[in-house]
Protein backbone atom coordinates (compact mmCIF):
# COMPACT_ATOMS: atom_id res chain seq x y z
CA UNK A 1 0.00 0.00 0.00
CA UNK A 2 1.02 3.67 -0.89
CA UNK A 3 2.10 5.94 1.68
CA UNK A 4 -0.68 8.86 2.21
CA UNK A 5 2.35 11.45 1.06
CA UNK A 6 2.07 9.66 -2.09
CA UNK A 7 -1.36 8.41 -2.65
CA UNK A 8 -3.01 11.65 -1.89
CA UNK A 9 -0.33 14.04 -3.09
CA UNK A 10 -2.63 16.77 -4.71
CA UNK A 11 -3.52 16.44 -8.23
CA UNK A 12 -4.16 20.07 -8.83
CA UNK A 13 -4.11 23.64 -7.38
CA UNK A 14 -7.04 23.27 -5.57
CA UNK A 15 -6.48 20.26 -3.81
CA UNK A 16 -3.46 22.37 -2.53
CA UNK A 17 -4.60 22.46 1.19
CA UNK A 18 -4.62 26.16 2.67
CA UNK A 19 -2.20 27.82 0.47
CA UNK A 20 -4.35 29.71 -1.89
CA UNK A 21 -2.26 32.61 -2.22
CA UNK A 22 1.47 31.28 -2.84
CA UNK A 23 0.01 28.43 -5.21
CA UNK A 24 -1.68 31.65 -7.11
CA UNK A 25 1.26 33.65 -7.15
CA UNK A 26 3.52 30.28 -8.11
CA UNK A 27 1.27 29.80 -11.22
CA UNK A 28 1.32 33.25 -12.01
CA UNK A 29 4.99 33.37 -12.17
CA UNK A 30 4.74 29.64 -14.50
CA UNK A 31 2.46 31.11 -17.23
CA UNK A 32 4.02 34.69 -17.39
CA UNK A 33 7.80 33.91 -16.25
CA UNK A 34 8.70 35.57 -19.26
CA UNK A 35 7.58 38.78 -19.30
CA UNK A 36 8.72 38.63 -15.27
CA UNK A 37 12.06 40.52 -14.00
CA UNK A 38 12.71 37.92 -11.45
CA UNK A 39 13.79 34.46 -12.77
CA UNK A 40 13.48 31.85 -10.29
CA UNK A 41 10.83 31.21 -8.11
CA UNK A 42 11.71 31.02 -4.80
CA UNK A 43 9.48 28.90 -2.07
CA UNK A 44 10.41 29.42 1.29
CA UNK A 45 8.51 28.15 4.52
CA UNK A 46 8.35 25.24 6.99
CA UNK A 47 8.94 21.46 6.25
CA UNK A 48 6.05 19.61 5.16
CA UNK A 49 3.75 22.46 4.27
CA UNK A 50 3.02 21.51 0.80
CA UNK A 51 6.31 23.47 -1.61
CA UNK A 52 7.30 20.65 -3.49
CA UNK A 53 4.04 19.10 -3.79
CA UNK A 54 2.33 22.55 -5.23
CA UNK A 55 4.79 22.57 -7.90
CA UNK A 56 3.77 18.88 -8.78
CA UNK A 57 0.32 19.93 -8.73
CA UNK A 58 0.66 22.56 -10.98
CA UNK A 59 2.55 21.41 -13.23
CA UNK A 60 -0.34 18.21 -13.79
CA UNK A 61 -2.87 21.14 -14.39
CA UNK A 62 -1.40 23.41 -16.79
CA UNK A 63 0.37 20.05 -18.26
CA UNK A 64 4.04 20.49 -17.93
CA UNK A 65 6.60 18.53 -17.61
CA UNK A 66 9.00 18.48 -14.13
CA UNK A 67 12.83 18.02 -14.03
CA UNK A 68 14.05 18.01 -10.39
CA UNK A 69 17.00 18.87 -9.52
CA UNK A 70 18.52 17.31 -6.49
CA UNK A 71 20.94 19.11 -4.30
CA UNK A 72 23.03 15.90 -3.87
CA UNK A 73 22.73 16.39 -7.68
CA UNK A 74 24.66 20.28 -7.48
CA UNK A 75 27.28 19.86 -4.67
CA UNK A 76 29.58 21.85 -6.58
CA UNK A 77 29.77 24.78 -9.61
CA UNK A 78 31.47 22.30 -12.22
CA UNK A 79 28.40 20.26 -11.72
CA UNK A 80 25.87 23.19 -12.02
CA UNK A 81 27.40 24.61 -14.86
CA UNK A 82 27.68 21.11 -16.92
CA UNK A 83 24.19 20.07 -15.75
CA UNK A 84 21.94 22.92 -15.52
CA UNK A 85 23.05 24.49 -18.77
CA UNK A 86 22.01 21.40 -20.48
CA UNK A 87 18.80 21.07 -18.53
CA UNK A 88 17.46 24.68 -18.81
CA UNK A 89 18.51 24.90 -22.25
CA UNK A 90 16.84 21.88 -23.66
CA UNK A 91 13.38 21.47 -24.98
CA UNK A 92 10.89 18.99 -23.34
CA UNK A 93 11.13 15.04 -24.86
CA UNK A 94 7.47 15.31 -26.01
CA UNK A 95 7.65 18.93 -26.46
CA UNK A 96 5.66 19.78 -23.78
CA UNK A 97 6.23 23.17 -21.81
CA UNK A 98 8.72 22.27 -18.93
CA UNK A 99 9.52 23.81 -15.96
CA UNK A 100 13.06 23.10 -13.69
CA UNK A 101 12.36 22.73 -9.75
CA UNK A 102 15.76 23.43 -7.62
CA UNK A 103 14.38 21.22 -4.36
CA UNK A 104 16.20 22.11 -0.97
CA UNK A 105 18.86 24.58 -2.79
CA UNK A 106 19.83 25.76 0.68
CA UNK A 107 21.63 22.36 0.37
CA UNK A 108 23.70 22.72 -2.51
CA UNK A 109 26.81 24.65 -1.95
CA UNK A 110 29.16 22.71 -0.04
CA UNK A 111 32.28 23.72 2.12
CA UNK A 112 34.82 23.11 0.22
CA UNK A 113 33.20 24.63 -3.10
CA UNK A 114 31.66 28.31 -2.44
CA UNK A 115 31.02 29.00 -6.41
CA UNK A 116 27.70 27.03 -6.51
CA UNK A 117 25.42 29.89 -6.17
CA UNK A 118 27.15 32.36 -8.72
CA UNK A 119 27.35 29.46 -11.55
CA UNK A 120 23.38 28.84 -10.11
CA UNK A 121 22.41 32.58 -10.71
CA UNK A 122 24.50 32.64 -14.07
CA UNK A 123 22.51 29.24 -15.28
CA UNK A 124 19.38 30.63 -14.57
CA UNK A 125 19.59 32.83 -16.64
CA UNK A 126 20.06 31.59 -19.80
CA UNK A 127 17.54 29.76 -18.93
CA UNK A 128 14.18 29.15 -21.43
CA UNK A 129 11.78 27.84 -19.25
CA UNK A 130 10.27 28.78 -15.54
CA UNK A 131 12.88 27.98 -12.85
CA UNK A 132 11.79 27.22 -9.09
CA UNK A 133 13.59 26.65 -6.11
CA UNK A 134 12.54 25.42 -2.42
CA UNK A 135 14.18 26.46 1.00
CA UNK A 136 13.37 25.79 4.16
CA UNK A 137 15.31 28.68 5.73
CA UNK A 138 14.96 32.12 3.30
CA UNK A 139 17.49 33.49 5.90
CA UNK A 140 20.04 31.96 4.70
CA UNK A 141 23.37 34.00 4.15
CA UNK A 142 24.96 32.09 1.05
CA UNK A 143 20.85 32.73 -0.69
CA UNK A 144 20.98 36.60 -0.74
CA UNK A 145 22.87 36.74 -4.15
CA UNK A 146 19.45 34.34 -5.29
CA UNK A 147 17.45 36.19 -3.30
CA UNK A 148 18.38 39.55 -5.83
CA UNK A 149 16.98 37.87 -8.89
CA UNK A 150 14.14 35.84 -7.10
CA UNK A 151 10.40 35.94 -6.58
CA UNK A 152 9.49 35.31 -3.11
CA UNK A 153 6.96 32.75 -2.56
CA UNK A 154 6.52 32.43 1.07
CA UNK A 155 4.32 28.74 1.90
CA UNK A 156 3.38 29.66 5.75
CA UNK A 157 3.05 27.14 8.51
CA UNK A 158 -0.73 25.33 8.35
CA UNK A 159 -2.83 25.99 10.67
CA UNK A 160 -4.26 23.21 12.56
CA UNK A 161 -8.02 23.13 11.28
CA UNK A 162 -6.82 22.93 8.04
CA UNK A 163 -4.67 19.87 8.44
CA UNK A 164 -7.81 18.51 10.66
CA UNK A 165 -10.13 19.05 7.57
CA UNK A 166 -7.24 17.06 5.63
CA UNK A 167 -7.14 14.23 7.33
CA UNK A 168 -10.51 12.96 8.25
CA UNK A 169 -11.12 13.32 4.09
CA UNK A 170 -8.47 10.87 3.56
CA UNK A 171 -9.99 8.60 6.88
CA UNK A 172 -13.59 9.32 4.98
CA UNK A 173 -11.89 7.80 1.54
CA UNK A 174 -9.53 4.93 3.15
CA UNK A 175 -12.88 3.94 5.38
CA UNK A 176 -10.59 4.95 8.82
CA UNK A 177 -12.52 5.21 11.99
CA UNK A 178 -11.82 8.48 13.86
CA UNK A 179 -12.89 10.33 16.75
CA UNK A 180 -13.02 14.45 16.39
CA UNK A 181 -10.95 14.97 19.21
CA UNK A 182 -7.95 12.52 18.07
CA UNK A 183 -7.59 14.05 14.87
CA UNK A 184 -7.93 17.53 15.91
CA UNK A 185 -4.29 16.49 18.35
CA UNK A 186 -2.72 14.74 16.20
CA UNK A 187 -3.39 17.86 14.22
CA UNK A 188 -2.04 20.03 16.93
CA UNK A 189 0.72 17.68 17.37
CA UNK A 190 2.33 17.92 14.05
CA UNK A 191 2.67 21.55 14.66
CA UNK A 192 1.76 22.91 10.74
CA UNK A 193 3.54 19.94 8.94
CA UNK A 194 1.17 18.04 7.24
CA UNK A 195 3.48 15.38 5.69
CA UNK A 196 4.21 14.70 9.12
CA UNK A 197 0.08 14.12 9.61
CA UNK A 198 0.14 11.68 6.77
CA UNK A 199 3.17 9.25 7.79
CA UNK A 200 1.56 9.59 11.55
CA UNK A 201 -1.53 8.48 9.94
CA UNK A 202 -0.88 6.07 7.61
CA UNK A 203 0.60 4.20 11.23
CA UNK A 204 -3.05 3.89 12.73
CA UNK A 205 -4.48 0.88 10.40
CA UNK A 206 -8.27 1.05 9.99
CA UNK A 207 -9.14 2.69 13.80
CA UNK A 208 -7.83 6.30 14.94
CA UNK A 209 -8.41 6.77 18.49
CA UNK A 210 -6.95 9.12 20.81
CA UNK A 211 -4.23 7.00 22.99
CA UNK A 212 -2.74 6.60 19.12
CA UNK A 213 -2.51 9.97 18.72
CA UNK A 214 -0.83 10.37 22.51
CA UNK A 215 1.76 6.92 21.37
CA UNK A 216 3.13 9.20 19.03
CA UNK A 217 6.17 11.17 19.60
CA UNK A 218 6.22 15.16 20.28
CA UNK A 219 6.60 15.98 16.18
CA UNK A 220 9.92 17.95 15.70
CA UNK A 221 12.00 17.27 12.36
CA UNK A 222 14.78 16.00 14.23
CA UNK A 223 13.44 13.49 16.00
CA UNK A 224 11.74 11.69 12.88
CA UNK A 225 14.11 8.96 12.65
CA UNK A 226 12.27 6.90 14.44
CA UNK A 227 9.41 7.85 11.92
CA UNK A 228 12.15 6.95 9.30
CA UNK A 229 13.04 3.91 10.88
CA UNK A 230 9.69 2.79 11.33
CA UNK A 231 8.94 2.72 7.95
CA UNK A 232 12.28 1.21 6.37
CA UNK A 233 11.72 -1.57 9.06
CA UNK A 234 8.07 -2.24 8.79
CA UNK A 235 7.07 -1.40 5.44
CA UNK A 236 6.07 -4.49 2.94
CA UNK A 237 7.46 -3.01 -0.53
CA UNK A 238 10.54 -1.12 -0.93
CA UNK A 239 8.44 1.44 -2.89
CA UNK A 240 6.99 2.65 0.22
CA UNK A 241 10.52 2.52 2.31
CA UNK A 242 12.54 4.47 -0.66
CA UNK A 243 11.09 7.88 0.49
CA UNK A 244 11.70 7.17 4.30
CA UNK A 245 14.96 9.82 4.70
CA UNK A 246 13.73 12.22 2.10
CA UNK A 247 12.92 15.48 4.49
CA UNK A 248 14.95 13.80 7.51
CA UNK A 249 17.21 16.44 9.07
CA UNK A 250 19.50 14.70 10.53
CA UNK A 251 23.09 14.05 9.26
CA UNK A 252 24.18 11.16 7.40
CA UNK A 253 26.22 9.75 10.01
CA UNK A 254 23.96 9.86 12.88
CA UNK A 255 21.79 8.12 10.63
CA UNK A 256 24.41 5.00 10.31
CA UNK A 257 24.30 5.07 13.98
CA UNK A 258 20.74 4.50 14.23
CA UNK A 259 20.14 2.39 12.19
CA UNK A 260 23.41 -0.12 12.74
CA UNK A 261 21.70 0.57 16.88
CA UNK A 262 18.49 -0.82 16.17
CA UNK A 263 18.99 -3.35 13.38
CA UNK A 264 19.23 -6.65 15.63
CA UNK A 265 16.13 -5.52 17.35
CA UNK A 266 14.23 -5.98 13.82
CA UNK A 267 15.88 -8.50 12.14
CA UNK A 268 15.71 -11.50 14.42
CA UNK A 269 16.58 -13.95 11.55
CA UNK A 270 19.99 -14.41 10.93
CA UNK A 271 19.82 -14.36 7.08
CA UNK A 272 18.19 -10.77 7.29
CA UNK A 273 20.45 -9.86 9.53
CA UNK A 274 23.16 -10.48 7.36
CA UNK A 275 21.43 -9.30 3.97
CA UNK A 276 20.70 -5.74 5.97
CA UNK A 277 24.14 -4.71 7.35
CA UNK A 278 25.50 -5.77 4.10
CA UNK A 279 23.40 -3.12 2.53
CA UNK A 280 24.57 -1.17 5.51
CA UNK A 281 28.37 -1.83 4.92
CA UNK A 282 28.10 -0.81 1.30
CA UNK A 283 26.14 2.77 2.06
CA UNK A 284 29.28 3.01 4.14
CA UNK A 285 31.49 2.20 1.73
CA UNK A 286 29.58 4.64 -0.90
CA UNK A 287 29.65 7.64 2.14
CA UNK A 288 33.40 6.77 2.54
CA UNK A 289 33.98 7.68 -1.29
CA UNK A 290 31.93 11.23 -0.81
CA UNK A 291 34.55 12.10 1.86
CA UNK A 292 37.18 11.05 0.04
CA UNK A 293 36.65 11.95 -3.61
CA UNK A 294 33.68 14.69 -3.07
CA UNK A 295 31.51 12.89 -5.63
CA UNK A 296 28.26 14.09 -3.79
CA UNK A 297 25.94 11.83 -6.23
CA UNK A 298 26.40 8.43 -4.64
CA UNK A 299 24.12 10.15 -2.26
CA UNK A 300 21.60 8.40 -4.46
CA UNK A 301 23.04 4.98 -3.83
CA UNK A 302 23.60 6.01 0.20
CA UNK A 303 19.57 6.93 0.08
CA UNK A 304 18.67 3.39 -1.79
CA UNK A 305 20.61 1.17 0.28
CA UNK A 306 19.54 2.44 3.71
CA UNK A 307 16.08 2.41 2.74
CA UNK A 308 15.10 0.10 0.38
CA UNK A 309 18.04 -2.42 0.77
CA UNK A 310 17.56 -2.87 4.32
CA UNK A 311 13.37 -2.99 3.78
CA UNK A 312 14.58 -5.92 1.20
CA UNK A 313 16.52 -7.64 3.75
CA UNK A 314 13.70 -9.12 5.91
CA UNK A 315 11.91 -12.28 5.64
CA UNK A 316 8.58 -11.13 6.47
CA UNK A 317 7.73 -7.81 8.91
CA UNK A 318 8.39 -8.26 12.43
CA UNK A 319 4.89 -7.45 13.82
CA UNK A 320 6.01 -6.90 17.69
CA UNK A 321 6.75 -3.61 19.08
CA UNK A 322 10.08 -2.47 18.97
CA UNK A 323 11.36 0.35 21.22
CA UNK A 324 14.43 2.09 18.84
CA UNK A 325 17.11 3.69 21.22
CA UNK A 326 20.06 5.92 19.84
CA UNK A 327 23.74 4.53 19.89
CA UNK A 328 25.68 5.13 23.32
CA UNK A 329 28.47 4.60 20.88
CA UNK A 330 29.16 8.74 20.43
CA UNK A 331 28.58 9.15 24.47
CA UNK A 332 31.40 6.75 24.70
CA UNK A 333 33.68 8.12 22.11
CA UNK A 334 33.55 11.69 24.13
CA UNK A 335 34.48 10.50 27.52
CA UNK A 336 37.24 8.57 25.65
CA UNK A 337 38.55 11.74 24.57
CA UNK A 338 37.95 13.54 27.59
CA UNK A 339 39.99 11.26 29.18
CA UNK A 340 42.70 11.29 26.48
CA UNK A 341 42.48 15.30 26.45
CA UNK A 342 43.26 14.76 30.42
CA UNK A 343 46.02 12.60 29.78
CA UNK A 344 47.56 15.10 26.97
CA UNK A 345 47.39 18.06 29.12
CA UNK A 346 49.61 16.08 31.92
CA UNK A 347 51.98 14.59 29.38
CA UNK A 348 52.32 18.77 27.86
CA UNK A 349 53.34 19.51 31.32
CA UNK A 350 55.94 16.93 32.20
CA UNK A 351 57.31 16.94 28.67
CA UNK A 352 57.92 20.94 29.37
CA UNK A 353 59.33 20.04 32.88
CA UNK A 354 61.61 17.55 31.87
CA UNK A 355 62.57 19.26 28.42
CA UNK A 356 61.65 15.89 25.82
CA UNK A 357 58.65 15.23 23.82
CA UNK A 358 55.37 14.76 24.01
CA UNK A 359 55.22 11.14 23.21
CA UNK A 360 58.21 10.56 25.71
CA UNK A 361 56.28 12.35 28.42
CA UNK A 362 53.43 9.90 27.20
CA UNK A 363 55.76 6.27 27.43
CA UNK A 364 56.53 7.84 30.97
CA UNK A 365 53.30 8.44 32.82
CA UNK A 366 52.57 4.94 33.51
CA UNK A 367 56.03 5.77 36.21
CA UNK A 368 54.37 9.16 36.98
CA UNK A 369 51.55 7.47 38.43
CA UNK A 370 53.48 5.50 40.52
CA UNK A 371 55.42 7.91 42.05
CA UNK A 372 52.07 9.96 43.02
CA UNK A 373 50.66 7.05 44.24
CA UNK A 374 53.22 6.84 46.70
CA UNK A 375 52.52 10.15 47.55
CA UNK A 376 54.95 13.31 46.16
CA UNK A 377 53.44 16.48 46.89
CA UNK A 378 56.31 18.92 46.02
CA UNK A 379 56.01 17.18 42.15
CA UNK A 380 52.26 18.03 41.57
CA UNK A 381 53.65 21.89 42.30
CA UNK A 382 56.46 21.68 40.42
CA UNK A 383 54.53 19.96 37.39
CA UNK A 384 51.91 22.84 38.20
CA UNK A 385 49.40 20.35 38.10
CA UNK A 386 45.44 20.70 38.93
CA UNK A 387 43.60 19.03 41.77
CA UNK A 388 42.00 16.72 39.23
CA UNK A 389 45.14 16.44 37.27
CA UNK A 390 46.69 14.79 40.58
CA UNK A 391 43.84 13.01 41.52
CA UNK A 392 43.66 10.99 37.70
CA UNK A 393 47.36 10.49 38.27
CA UNK A 394 46.82 8.49 41.98
CA UNK A 395 43.67 6.52 40.56
Known amino acids: MSLYTVKYAPKNSAQVFGQQLAVSQLKDFILNYKTKKQKVALLHGPIGVGKTSSVYALANELNYDVLELNSSDLRNAANITTFLDNALGQQSLFFKPK ?54 IEFHKLQYKTIAHGLQWICEQEEIKFDEKAINSLSRQVDGDMRAALLDLHQ ?20 SIMNAMMIIFKSSSVDNALPALDDLDLDINEI ?7 LPKEYTTPAALAKAYEALSRADVFNGRIRKRQHWRFLVYINNLLTAGISAAKDEKNPGFIKYSQTMRLLKIWQANMKNAKKKEIALKYAKATHTSTKVALEQLPYLQVLFKKGNPDLAAELDLTAEETEWLKS
Open 256 to 262: FLWLDEN
Open 99 to 152: MILIDEVDNISGVKDRGCIPALIKAISNSQFPVIATTNDIYDSKLKPLKKISLD
Open 204 to 223: VGKNLTFNDVLSFSDRKRTE
